[in-house]
């Protein structure tokens, strides 16, 4: 009987182990983040620089460490803050389930972890995971509290994972790791600032300033437009490089490709311009998920039409 309890209470404590790590580490975030830099990956390699599993595993597990340790920092900081958020509330350390010290040796270990997986691809791809978590954890997570400009400094450790796929496949930073990087940057905006909306009242709770006006206005639906369609711009960029002169370049985008990419933009404009019309939380939380269907789809459709092209 008692070797049965004990069992139990075991598993019981492992399975909460398990929770509490994928909830400080923010999984199904640093799942998707992994994903970009996947991607990116894909589109890097080529016969000069070529695919490799172990760099592929390389990276999706540094990316991992990277990105929890970024989500473990973020989340002691602002213990005290998530404690007043619904949405936040039951996380490890505000619901006291982990303590902070903990938490802080699980981000150290990670961001040691993550960087030296990272330096073993090449110092760029360290150089840009190290880049990420200094601005994400000491400039974007206490201007918060502070000023909308957050979503904007948040922008681009949230740009990187994408490029950084490419310079771990090629060692190198040029206009095509650029574009990718400008893909995600722009995306920001429209994704964040639709999560911002919905969840205003939650994130008032904590002092967050969001939204770009701190309002759910014309102004700030405005800005989800143009930032789309800016997005839209980025995404279409590889199809023009033969015209300016990058031929050779790797990262292309072949006309029905191209047709593809600006269906996608189109149908995240679409939701966009809903919300600018209803300016309500549905529309909102819709375009959210549209957006990620988006950038999801976006990656797929660059990697499909490289290897079909």
Known sequence: M??????????????????????ITKARLAVSVVFSSIAGYLLGFDAAHPFKWVTLIMLSVGGYCMVGASNAFNQI?????DALMDRTKNRPVPSGRMSVNTAFIIACVL???????????NPKTAMFGAISIFLYTSIYTPL?????LSVFVGAFPGAIPFMLGWVAATDEFGIEAGTLFLIQFFWQFPHFWAIGWFLFDDYKKAGFFMLPTGKKDRTTATQII????????????????PVIGLVGSKLQLSP????????????MLIYAVKLYKSREAKAARTLMLVSVSYITLLQIVYIADKFLR
């Open 226 to 241: 143009l930032y789309t369609v800016w997005l839209i711009g980025a995404s279409l960029l590889p199809a023009f490089f």
């Open 2 to 23: 008692k070797a049965a309890l004990s069992t139990t209470a075991n598993n019981f404590s492992l399975k909460s182990l398990y929770i509490d790590f994928r909830e």
């Open 111 to 121: 961001t040691i972890m993550g960087l030296v997986i990272l330096y073993n691809i």
């Open 77 to 81: 900081i602002e213990k005290d803050l």
């Open 144 to 148: 918060k509290t502070k000023t909308p």
């Open 256 to 267: 029905i490709a191209a047709v593809v990419v600006l269906l996608l933009g189109v149908w």
